[in-house]
């Protein structure tokens, strides 16, 4: 191993190593690791050249893109490579037949793509163009930064005026994990790593439903993504602020996801559904698109019998999400965020996904709302964006991540799955489910 301390940049913080260690985990699937990504589907072609140099400008801003992940004794770094690679890349297709399939694959290549977490790039932007259709993807690893980190490279990318592009900047302080514990006397943190264990013992006591096929190995992440009309997202936005109220609305996503599931196989082995969330320091208009401050996962758990009546199935998440925002469970994981930072990946990984209680897989499905896509521009380099979607490798199980957002007034959902263990037409019809109970006005 390579001891060497020379060409370190920064230590990897602690809110990181959680999203590290399910990297790890989704890696001894022999799948790609923690990839994600961001897709802007466009109405033409950009300026590749304005486009080119805008991301030059970004890496110049931000040396760490050009980073490698290294382990040195039992921690992980930021470090300084012999040669950076290339942040831009294009691909070239001539075909005028089938030319959605050649996105679609070519967009899977992109985020399937195996390589050793030393030598993967964090940040790639990859613009793919057909004779009719062009695809503008950002892909990076999750480590790197999380989704409103990456939501602000978009938007650094977007952003014209050089003066705007210039408030963009790296957090000058310490990890924000460390900087809220400083705050804390030592027996408060100890009051408050108590806190978290028993909120994750409370969860634990039932048993979560998982409808993945887990005798089947994993083969490639795939995805569908639906876009919605804007009066449909006008509907559900109104029915989201009838069942769990303005602040509140990636719950009536939970729950509708949730009774989706259940439509699926009611008979389904389990005892409740369980949804991992996360919480976010960083502040509000923070403008440092790197390194992430999402930080560790709180959840939504429904009991099997609640889906049979919808009113009380939204006043129980509700409930939860008031008590969890009570008690101040976010920061009472924090000392546990602190302490697990410290571990082995295999035993980091091990601790977020596994009930204490039964063994067997916490999470149900993987779940993100994104929230309202704000560019700021219409436009992404004189091209028109028509649709925006988002990619999220998963460990399995549950192999199955909801992701939603907002643009331009639609919502889109991005349902990304391992294949074989969910196929595409099973996917077809849990979103038909998930639809009707959005819109579900009774």
Same mark, same amino acid.
């Given at each position: ?22 990297? =790890? ?56 490579? =012999? ?17 959605? $399939? ?67 900047? %790296? ?19 100890? %009051?408050?790593?108590?806190? +978290? ?46 069942? $769990?109220? !303005? ?23 389990? =005892?409740?559904?369980? +949804? ?23 959840? +939504? ?59 067997? /897989? ?10 309202? $896509? ?28 909801? %992701? ?19 196929? /595409? ?13 959005? !819109?579900?006005?009774?």
């Amino acid at each position: 191993m390579n001891t060497s301390t020379d060409d370190i940049i920064q230590i990897l913080n602690p809110s990181d190593c959680f999203t590290l260690a399910m990297d =790890e985990e989704i890696r001894q699937e022999n799948m790609a690791g923690s990839l994600c990504g961001f897709a802007l589907e466009l109405g033409a072609r950009p300026d590749s050249e304005a486009l080119k140099q805008r991301i030059h400008e970004f890496g110049e801003r931000f040396p760490l893109a050009f980073a490698s992940l290294q382990q040195r004794g039992k921690r992980y770094f930021w470090c300084q490579r =012999e040669q950076n690679l290339p942040l831009f890349h294009q691909h070239q297709s001539t075909e005028t037949a089938d030319e959605a $399939v050649w996105h679609n694959r070519s967009v899977l290549g992109i985020i399937n793509k195996r390589q050793a977490r030393e030598t993967i790039p964090p940040l790639e932007f990859h613009l793919l163009c057909s004779p009719t259709k062009t695809t503008f993807l950002l892909r990076w690893i999750h480590p790197f930064c999380d989704a409103r980190g990456a939501d602000l490279i978009l938007k650094y990318l977007c952003t014209d005026s050089l003066e705007q592009r210039l408030k963009f900047d %790296l957090p000058a302080m310490q990890p924000l994990v460390n900087l809220q514990l400083a705050k804390y006397k030592w027996w408060q943190k100890g %009051l408050m790593f108590l806190k +978290a264990k028993r909120h994750i013992s409370n969860i634990d006591r039932l048993q979560s439903i998982i409808h993945a096929d887990t005798r089947l190995a994993p083969e490639q992440l795939n995805f569908s993504t639906y876009t919605l009309s804007l009066e449909q997202t006008e509907q559900i936005n109104k029915l989201a602020r009838q069942h $769990v109220g !303005l602040t509140s609305t990636s719950l009536y996503y939970i729950g509708c996801f949730m009774l989706a599931l259940h439509r699926m196989n009611p008979d389904q082995e389990g =005892e409740a559904y369980c +949804a991992p969330y996360t919480f976010n320091l960083r502040k509000n208009r923070a403008l440092s698109p790197l390194l992430s401050n999402h930080v560790a996962p709180l959840f +939504a758990q429904a009991p099997k019998a609640l889906l049979a009546d919808r009113d009380a199935l939204f006043q129980h998440l509700k409930q939860q999400n008031i008590h969890s925002i009570r008690e101040k469970l976010d920061y009472a994981f924090l000392p546990l965020l602190w302490a697990a930072s410290w571990l082995s990946l295999e035993q980091h990984g091990e601790k977020l996904r596994t009930s204490m209680r039964t063994g067997t /897989e916490r999470s149900s499905f993987w779940f993100s709302d994104i929230g309202h $896509v704000d560019l700021s521009n219409s436009t992404f380099f004189g091209s028109e964006i028509t649709k925006i979607y988002h990619l999220c490798h998963i460990s399995r199980p549950p192999a199955l991540a909801f %992701l939603n957002c907002q643009f331009n007034k639609r919502i889109t959902f991005s349902y990304n799955f391992m294949q074989p263990l969910f196929t /595409e037409p099973w996917i077809a019809q849990l979103h038909s489910y998930m639809l009707e109970e959005l !819109l579900y006005d009774d």
